[in-house]
Structure formats: structure tokens, C-alpha cells
């Protein structure tokens, strides 16, 4: 089956730019987390979704933002795009939840921002 | 405050030579941990997770309550053993990452 897919593999932007990125779970997930990767930062989680609904958010300002269809497809927007948004994003999907077996993670969407 | 550290940036072993990937957890209930690998250009995977027991690639991990600890060990490196490997707490809906190891495996 297929596994989770974002698009798009990759992204430059400009400085004040806006950008929203894309992610498909597995068939059969309803919960779908965002997570920053930066070789300074490490991995960082951005939020999670499970049935339409945002129930967990990590410590990332306004910008950063989601949603999620019915489809439980998945996308996250960044608004004012600054230097730092740099980043390697990805997206996780889990069949039960709360990821008690584990998160399929996705390749990612490789941002730059200039 | 949940934290997981992994203490090592890099771990670097011959073939054959037994590996130990260190892990410290700070968490107040009861933990679920994970060990995730990410090889070169490839995407984050799921290694173990600490309610299964299980043995993949050779590797396994046991948590230690009594020391917030749950290693990765394995007993004969091999190349292709060579990566990044993430320790991963998971709290409610999320999973929080220790910041990583990278194990190198020369012939």
C-alpha cells in the first residue's frame, strides 16, 4: 500500500512569502503530524490532526498553521516566511491516533527560504 | 519537563564490533519509546518500539525505568548498519526526538 506522500519535494521562497505544503497519509490513517527537521534544532513537532481537528500544537508561532480534509489529507501553511523557516518539513501518519505503534513518517518537503 | 538526550553526536565502530546507541528519557508517567533510523536519502523509519520487544535488524532495545534509559544495542555491527538514529518519546499525540546519533560502520 501506498505509503504517506508530500508534495512538494521541494520549495524555495522568498522572505515574506507565504508557502503551504501537502501530505497524503496512508489509506486508512486519521492522524496526521507535522514535524521540523534543522540540523540546529533537531526535530520539532508542529501539530497534530486526527478527524478534522487540531489536538496537539507545538511551540511555533501563529505562522505556521493547518488543516485537515475528511479525506484525512493534510496541509500546512507558513505565512511571512522568514530565513529561519528553513527547513526540512515532515509529515507523519498514524492508524490509531495517539501513535501507539508508531508514526509513518513521509520524505519531506525541503524549503528554502531566501 | 519531557526530554529524551542522546548523549552521542557520533558513534563510529568497525564491522563487527558491538554497538551501543545511548538514550535518557525525563518523563513523569508511564514512557513509550521508540528508536527511529533514517538512512542516507531516505526517509525516517520506524526501528522499535519499546511495547513490541521485538528484535529487528539484530537490534534491540530495553527500557530501564530505574535509570530513564532505553539503549540501542546491537552485538555485530555491519555497514549498512550506518545512519542516523533518532530516540523518540511519545506524549499523548506527539513524539519528542533526542537530537540524534550518527553511527558510522567501517569495513
Known amino acids: 500500500k501506498a505509503g504517506v506522500t508530500q508534495t512538494p519535494r521541494y520549495l524555495i521562497k522568498t522572505r515574506g512569502q507565504q508557502v503551504t505544503l501537502s501530505c497524503s497519509p496512508i489509506s486508512g490513517h486519521r492522524s496526521v503530524s507535522w514535524y521540523q527537521q534543522t540540523p540546529g534544532q533537531g526535530l520539532q513537532f508542529l501539530f497534530e490532526?486526527?478527524?478534522?481537528?487540531?489536538?496537539n500544537k507545538g511551540n511555533f508561532p501563529g505562522r505556521f498553521s493547518g488543516r485537515q480534509f475528511s479525506n484525512s489529507r493534510s496541509e500546512m501553511n507558513v505565512s511571512t516566511l522568514e530565513l529561519g523557516d528553513s527547513a526540512l518539513y515532515l509529515c507523519a501518519s498514524s492508524l490509531s491516533g495517539q501513535g501507539k505503534y508508531g508514526y509513518t513518517f513521509g520524505s519531506g518537503t525541503r524549503l528554502t527560504v531566501v | 519537563a519531557q526530554r529524551v538526550t542522546q548523549p552521542e553526536k557520533l558513534l563510529s565502530v568497525f564491522k563487527g564490533a558491538p554497538v551501543e546507541l545511548k538514550c535518557n528519557y525525563s518523563y513523569s508517567g508511564s514512557p513509550e519509546l521508540f528508536w527511529y533510523v533514517q538512512y542516507s536519502r531516505q526517509r525516517l523509519q520506524l526501528l522499535l518500539r519499546?511495547?513490541s520487544r521485538e528484535s529487528i535488524k539484530g537490534f534491540t532495545a530495553d527500557l530501564n525505568k530505574g535509570e530513564t534509559s532505553f539503549h540501542l544495542k546491537k552485538p555485530f555491527a555491519q555497514e549498512e548498519d550506518s545512519a542516523m538514529y533518532y530516540c523518540a518519546l511519545r506524549n499523548t499525540d506527539k513524539l519528542i526526538f533526542g537530537t540524534g546519533t550518527r553511527l558510522q560502520v567501517f569495513p
Open positions: 490532526y486526527f478527524s478534522e481537528t487540531q489536538r
Open positions: 519499546h511495547i
